[in-house]
């Protein structure tokens, strides 16, 4: 059916709740792929595991970040949405990626060096090899196009890598993925450190808007983003947090900076910095209400997942099927 689709897969992990930056910058928009591409979108439960996680919080989590991605628009009949423990040919092909994965690639990787600081207790195995199991996740399903957050970045062209060395051993196999790293992501900033990306792992709880986050929390963090000393709504050089909450303000209402100036003429940040919080919460309202109905009723995303999982492992197990002949690995037959 979906043959002549090119295919874009991306994964989340299930931590951290994502911020208004993931939303308008990435989730909001991913839902229009679905017309052209064929769309999977993995829970990366396995990559989570890399550094040591509560069960019950896991397990929990898992299921709001699926619930998340359908509250922000992925339509689970257009698009596959799936946990990637689930299917088993992602830790299958890991392991084999990892046999065509250099030690040398993998110690260059900033994410590894920058986790197994911050972990330096459990610098395991897996948080090591994490990019060969990313590589995996991606090149099972033929993907094309990878929209990730510039942080990935290295991850993907390591992705790439794998693939064409892959390729190059034993022909064509793979093929070779493009990140699609959407530009208003980098766009939004952090409130309180405005020529910061607005970042999920972000310290200051008031420099991040989190898609969750409640009505009047939404509005104090707004009321509380740092701007310059002036009073004039409009964008320039040095007034990069009114810039930002511009862009903010536009992402919601579709209003131009020319407009948004002249709406705030005279009127002063305060009011400014209220309405681009309003717009903000009006329009997260849905998404959480959503939110909150998904996830009081887990049988439905048990089935969302079970379906999601059922459809990705038939077209992994096309691929795993290819890379077996190709390794060298008999094929098993039923008995
Ligand atoms: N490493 C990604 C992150 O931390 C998550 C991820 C895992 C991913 N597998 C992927 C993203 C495959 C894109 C494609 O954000």
């Known amino acids: 059916m979906f043959k002549d689709k090119k295919v874009v897969f991306s994964g989340v992990q299930p931590s951290g709740v994502l911020t208004l930056g993931n939303y308008l910058g990435a989730i909001k928009n991913f839902a229009a792929f679905s017309d052209e591409y064929k769309c999977y ?110 942080d990935q970045k290295q991850h993907l062209e390591l992705a790439r890598n794998v693939a064409e060395r892959f390729n190059s051993v034993y022909s064509d196999t793979f093929v070779v993925p493009e990140p699609y790293i959407p530009t208003e992501t980098a766009k939004i900033m952090s409130l309180a450190e405005p020529s910061k990306k607005m970042s999920k792992s972000d310290e200051n709880e008031n420099a991040v808007i989190r898609i969750l986050d409640p009505r009047d929390v939404i509005i104090k963090k707004f009321k509380r983003a740092v701007t310059d000393s002036g009073c004039e709504v409009r964008r320039a050089e040095g007034k990069e947090g009114i810039s930002n909450l511009m862009s903010i303000y536009s992402a919601f209402t579709g ?81």
């Not at 459809?311 to 690995?329: E, N, Q, W």
């Open 41 to 150: 979108y993995c829970v990366v439960d396995e990559h989570a595991i890399t550094v040591r996680q509560n069960p019950a919080e896991l397990r929990r989590r898992t299921y709001e970040t699926l619930a998340l991605y359908i509250a922000c628009g992925l339509d689970p009949e257009k698009n596959t949405l799936f946990v990637q423990s689930h299917v088993s040919a992602h830790a299958e092909l890991g392991w084999i990626l990892d046999c065509y994965t250099m030690f040398g690639e993998l110690s260059r990787m900033t994410q590894f060096k920058d986790k197994s600081q911050k972990n330096a207790d459990n610098i395991n195995a897996g948080l090591f090899t994490y990019p060969a199991l990313m590589a995996a996740d991606i090149l099972l399903y033929q993907t094309e196009l990878v929209p990730v957050g510039v």
């Open 255 to 335: 209003k131009s900076d020319d407009e948004i100036t002249s709406e705030f003429d005279g009127r002063g940040y305060g009011d400014f910095k209220l309405a681009v919080g309003e717009v903000c919460a009006d329009a997260l309202a849905p998404v959480q209400a959503e939110f909150a109905r998904l996830t009081s009723d887990k049988a439905y995303l048990e089935s969302i997942m079970a379906h999601g999982a059922e459809d990705a492992a038939r077209s992994a197990a096309r691929t795993m099927s290819k890379v077996r002949r190709k390794i060298g690995f008999i094929e098993p037959k039923r008995v």
